[in-house]
């Protein structure tokens, strides 16, 4: 089955500063890789995703690039801010149709010091 | 907006006790899932649902069971607790045809 992994497992930065999270997966069939962003005391919420016919996707001060030949994609936020502190989860699915089954890496902890 | 709720934000159950853990969402998707979430292994798929009555096991389906009576509603049910199914539960639901999976805010369950 499809592995994801995730580094790192936590990323400190100071406010203002990008970060950069890095994912690489296993099963070149998957096209489907969304980011989730879990706060404290919440559950994860999505903030961007990207299918496996772009190679890079932006929204605001986050991008996600995906290198499909490598099979390794990547968070970018730049301009950090304090609200961004947080666990990052990456994850891969194949197939929209039935469903997204999805495989999470393990998580990186943000931590953006003001 | 998408709202998925779980009936309890924190559980504390003893060792044998028969847990039920539910989740209702609101926005008619047909797809639910349990996750559960440990430190540094992220979220593991335990049972998902693509429609009423029926369920299929995810990637760690030992110890626990679900049930889908409704649409909108999806129970896990852990049989007969042990110290080891302490961990944070999160569930998720989303509309057939693909898109994002939306979380509900978890249950953080203490097994003594």
């Known amino acids: 089955g499809e592995n994801v992994e995730q580094h790192p497992s936590t990323l400190s930065v100071q406010e203002g500063d990008s970060a950069v999270i890095k994912c690489t997966y296993s099963?070149?069939?998957?096209?489907?890789f969304p980011w989730y962003k879990q706060e404290l005391g919440k559950g994860p919420q999505l903030i961007i995703d990207?299918?496996?016919?772009?190679g890079e996707k932006k929204d605001q001060r986050i991008a996600v690039t995906l290198n499909k030949t490598a099979k390794h994609f990547s968070l970018h936020i730049t301009e950090t801010q304090p609200e961004d502190s947080a666990v990052y989860f990456c994850?891969?699915?194949?197939?929209?149709?039935?469903?997204?089954?999805?495989?999470f890496g393990g998580g990186t902890r943000l931590m953006v010091k003001p | 907006d998408v709202k998925v709720t779980q009936s309890s934000r924190y559980l504390v159950k003893r060792t044998g006790e028969k847990v039920f853990l539910e989740c209702v969402q609101d926005m008619d998707h047909e797809n639910m899932f349990w996750y559960r979430q440990d430190p540094g292994l992220g979220l593991r798929l335990i049972y998902f649902?693509?429609?009423?009555?029926?369920?299929e096991k995810g990637d760690i389906p030992e110890g626990y069971s679900v049930s889908r009576e409704k649409k909108e509603r999806f129970s896990l049910i852990l049989e007969s607790a042990s110290t080891n199914q302490t961990s944070m539960y999160l569930c998720a639901s989303f509309r057939r045809g693909g898109g994002a999976q939306y979380f509900g805010p978890g249950t953080r369950l203490l097994v003594l």
């Open positions: 099963d070149s069939a998957s096209n489907y």
């Open positions: 990207i299918r496996s016919n772009v």
């Open positions: 994850a891969a699915a194949k197939g929209i149709g039935a469903g997204n089954m999805l495989t």
């Open positions: 649902s693509y429609d009423v009555k029926m369920k």
